[in-house]
């Protein structure tokens, strides 16, 4: 498998919350809000965050059965920083916005955060010297 490009979906509960917790609490931009999705284009990665409604359609159409909500702990996605600061201040934005954050520490070698959106999706922020040379 060699896709051309990679899109994560996320069932969310309210996306007037959720719009507000990844762009103003991690500072996305968004090229595009709709009725039920909001899109982030990230490097090498589209985000969408689909309204439950919305996204039970897609469920449907793959044949899962039983109510859709929106499941914590569903997907990690890590991101690798620039910096500890970089984490540092994402984690302070992300509680302030409504998310929920662990404070980072120390990971097998990589400064570490965890970062929840309000509907409990979670992010990883990592920082090694690694992350470092690739910013």
């Not at 992300?94 to 400064?111: F, I, L, N, R, V």
């Amino acid at each position: 498998m060699n896709p051309a490009t990679v899109v994560v979906s996320l069932p969310v509960a309210d996306l007037e919350r959720s719009l507000r917790f990844y762009r103003d609490g991690l500072g996305l931009q968004t090229p595009g809000i709709d009725e039920y999705m909001i899109a982030f284009e990230l490097p090498n990665l589209s985000l969408f965050l689909i309204e439950l409604s919305e996204y039970a359609t897609y469920v449907e159409r793959a044949g899962i059965a039983g109510p859709v909500t929106a499941h914590p702990g569903a997907v990690v996605v890590s991101c690798a920083m620039g910096s500890k600061k970089e984490i540092d201040d994402v984690v302070a934005r992300a509680a302030d916005a409504g998310g929920s954050a662990q404070p980072a520490a120390e990971h097998d070698g990589a400064y570490t955060a965890y970062v929840s959106d309000p509907d409990g999706h979670l992010w990883e922020l990592v920082f090694n010297d690694r992350t470092a040379a690739a910013a």
